[in-house]
């Protein structure tokens, strides 16, 4: 049975950083045709129910009927020590994140984090996430075994390092190629998971194991692979004298088989002119992590530059060194620091960047991250009034856009009045 969803729709025709903002199609009173998992019909709610006069109708009001949001990078097993304070990169990693992450090594504590990270991510509204694991193949498991029985479209890798982590946490370059290659088999394009070649970053892999993950991703073109590139200026110093003969950080992917196009970087704050033209060359894509990039003190991403050079940029939290599970609270971020740097980046945009823009630095935009005929039907539905605050100025909005960007600005998972998966509503 066909399900029509009723309320205010958006959706995206093309890309407003680069169109502006008639890219992005509003419907104050609009419907979404859901049938077998897949949205069937998008258009003017009269018209749909006429159409379609047995579709089981669910009336959400003067709601905001979405894309389910992609988030394109984050830490699951970093869920219980999100909001850890003082701390930047390379301290916050050793003081807080290792030890949690060594915690995966038990099976039954991956598997309680994940249902907790899903549980989170649902509520705020979040479909699809691209996650770095831990070095335990358990830990992958966990993930995927959670993501698959929600019936999620979800992306991971293990992440692998054998050096400058404790020992607890480290593999070979051998024994993160094989575990990775055996994970990959089991996982990647079963029903809606993926795999992703996942090495932490230069400074957690060798040169040997940053080789192996090369070799790995070579053989299975069709995965994805994630790492870190240039988060703090600290980091980046480091990176060059690990790796003296090499021409910048990016070289330490490059040379290594790690940067083509399905290459995700997360940060990439720190750029070099060289770096900047290469990652455009090859249309890897940039993952802009705005709250954490405050968080830790990381620095402030150039969204306005990047973008009009024509990199692909997704949006996400990184919990936990970013600092909420929320996408809404990360678009207000990424505004706040787009500001900082002299660009206000529009709602449509903002939107854009956490629904189509996250699904296209994923390669997935022909699937999910906006509302079409035959996308899958990730959808949220956003309460455009969730609280007082919020409500008092949306109610004196002109247009679409400024009832929006309160709940940009101020929402949170009480905004979140609805979310469907696969067709299904959660
Ligand atoms: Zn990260």
């Keep these: 049975m066909a399900d029509l969803l009723i309320g205010q729709v958006l959706r995206?025709?093309?890309?407003?950083?680069?169109?502006?903002?008639?890219?992005a199609r509003h419907s104050a009173r609009g419907g979404v045709l859901v049938e077998s998992g897949r949205i069937a019909e998008?258009?003017?709610?009269?018209?749909?129910?006429?159409?379609?006069?047995?579709?089981?109708?669910?009336?959400?009001g003067d709601a905001l009927i979405s894309a389910g949001f992609v988030d394109a990078h984050v830490h699951y097993p970093q869920t219980a020590m999100i909001a850890s304070w003082g701390k930047r990169l390379i301290d916050w990693l050793n003081s807080y994140t290792f030890p949690e992450e060594m915690k995966f090594a038990d099976p039954a504590y991956a598997s309680e984090i994940a249902a907790r990270y899903f549980d989170l991510t649902l509520s705020n509204g979040t479909t699809t996430v691209c996650s770095y694991c831990t070095i335990h193949p358990e830990s992958v498991d966990a993930f995927f075994t959670e993501a698959e029985r929600r019936g999620l479209r979800a992306f991971a890798g293990k992440t692998c390092m054998d050096r400058n982590a404790p020992e607890a946490l480290t593999d070979t370059p051998r024994t993160a190629y094989d575990d990775s290659k055996r994970l990959l088999q089991k996982w990647h394009g079963r029903g809606r998971l993926s795999y992703v070649v996942t090495p932490r970053f230069s400074p957690t892999s060798t040169p040997e194991q940053l080789d192996a993950m090369?070799?790995?991703?070579?053989?299975?073109?069709?995965?994805?692979?994630?790492?870190?590139l240039s988060e703090q200026t600290d980091e980046v110093a480091w990176v060059k004298s690990l790796f003296p003969t090499l021409r910048d950080y990016l070289d330490t992917y490059e040379q290594f088989g790690l940067l083509g196009p399905g290459a995700l970087f997360g940060h990439a704050i720190y750029l070099e002119p060289r770096e900047i033209d290469r990652l455009r060359e090859v249309d890897a894509s940039l993952?802009?992590?705005?709250?954490?990039?405050?968080?830790?003190?990381?620095?402030?991403?150039?969204?306005?530059g990047l973008s009009r050079s024509g990199h692909r940029i997704g949006l996400?939290?990184?919990?936990?060194?970013?600092?909420?599970?929320?996408?809404?609270?990360?678009?207000?971020?990424a505004y706040e620091v787009a500001q900082l740097r002299g660009r206000p980046l529009h709602p449509s945009e903002l939107w854009w960047l956490a629904t189509q823009g996250a699904a296209r630095s994923l390669r997935a935009d022909d699937r999910i991250g906006n509302l079409a005929p035959g996308m899958e039907a990730d959808i949220a539905v956003i309460d455009l009034a969730s609280t007082p605050?919020?409500?008092?100025?949306?109610?004196?909005?002109?247009?679409?856009?400024?009832?929006?960007?309160?709940?940009?600005?101020?929402?949170?998972?009480r905004a979140v009045?609805?979310?469907w998966v696969g067709g299904r509503p959660v």
């Design 287 to 304: 993952i802009h992590c705005p709250t954490s990039n405050t968080f830790i003190g990381s620095g402030l991403f150039d969204m306005d």
């Design 316 to 333: 996400a939290t990184d919990t936990g060194g970013g600092s909420s599970f929320s996408m809404l609270r990360t678009m207000a971020a």
């Design 42 to 60: 998008v258009g003017e709610a009269d018209d749909l129910r006429r159409a379609h006069p047995d579709a089981r109708i669910t009336d959400y």
């Design 389 to 413: 605050a919020i409500t008092q100025r949306s109610e004196r909005a002109k247009d679409i856009w400024e009832a929006l960007f309160p709940t940009i600005m101020m929402g949170d998972d």
């Design 417 to 419: 009045k609805a979310v």
């Design 214 to 228: 090369g070799a790995l991703w070579k053989e299975h073109t069709d995965c994805l692979m994630q790492t870190h």
């Design 12 to 23: 995206f025709g093309g890309n407003p950083m680069t169109e502006g903002i008639e890219a």
